[in-house]
């Protein structure tokens, strides 16, 4: 596709549910990453893929949070037994190259948790 | 941990003046970029900054790169109501990471 695309836009989810927001990178970009941007913030990194390995996952808050990209190319962030806190924008965001001329963001998934 | 801070955080301008909005990162970095979010969208690339002393423009934006002072400017000339949004720098590091500065939420006013 012409961008990078996320879905849900919107997802309310009760405390203690599983979630599973999908990200569709810009078609042949290998580098694919998802950050989290709460209220008023900047976004925080989350995870970065380069093809199908998850190469750095060292801004996952806890281990409730799992993503995978499993064909190098749609990926999944998947929150297990949501909390309160993790109401936020998750962003995914591509790349074809390491960073030359930025990356292009999806529109991001607007999760709150009730 | 690389720090990003940018100021000021909020900034109210009248139309047809000029302001600079600062970026200060705290470990050694290249690569710099500014990024423009509108409100409820997703961010949308503005300039990238690869290098010491370099400087892009676009339209009445302007954007500089210092890396020895760990510093970048967002120079807006003559603002017009478009601009308003939110414009965020951000840092990258070698292990394809981006530190994200907080933000700052400009309003133009007619």
């Known amino acids: 596709g012409a961008g990078v695309s996320q879905s849900p836009r919107y997802k309310v989810a009760k405390r203690g549910q599983d979630v599973a927001l999908r990200c569709d990178p810009i078609?042949?970009?290998?580098?694919l990453f998802w950050y989290q941007q709460a209220l008023g913030q900047g976004p925080e990194f989350l995870t970065y893929f380069q093809n199908e390995a998850q190469l750095d996952k060292s801004g996952l808050p806890s281990d409730r949070f799992f993503a995978e990209r499993p064909e190098g190319s749609v990926s999944t962030l998947k929150i297990q037994r949501t909390q309160q806190e993790d109401s936020a924008v998750y962003l995914c965001a591509s790349s074809s190259h390491r960073a030359s001329y930025g990356y292009t963001f999806g529109s991001g998934t607007r999760l709150t948790v009730v | 941990e690389l720090k990003v801070e940018q100021n000021p955080l909020f900034l109210s301008m009248q139309e047809g003046k000029n302001y600079t909005i600062y970026c200060n990162y705290s470990?050694?970095?290249?690569?710099l970029y500014w990024y423009r979010q509108d409100p409820g969208k997703s961010l949308e690339s503005l300039f990238v900054l690869l290098s010491n002393g370099a400087v892009k423009q676009e339209g009445r934006l302007m954007a500089s790169l210092d890396t020895k002072a760990r510093l970048s400017t967002l120079h807006i000339t003559a603002a017009v109501h478009d601009l308003s949004a939110t414009y965020f720098c951000?840092?990258?590091?070698?292990?394809?990471?981006?530190?994200f500065g907080t933000g700052t939420s400009l309003t133009v006013i007619p």
């Open positions: 078609s042949g970009h290998v580098s």
């Open positions: 951000a840092v990258d590091r070698a292990l394809n990471q981006f530190y």
């Open positions: 470990t050694t970095s290249d690569r």
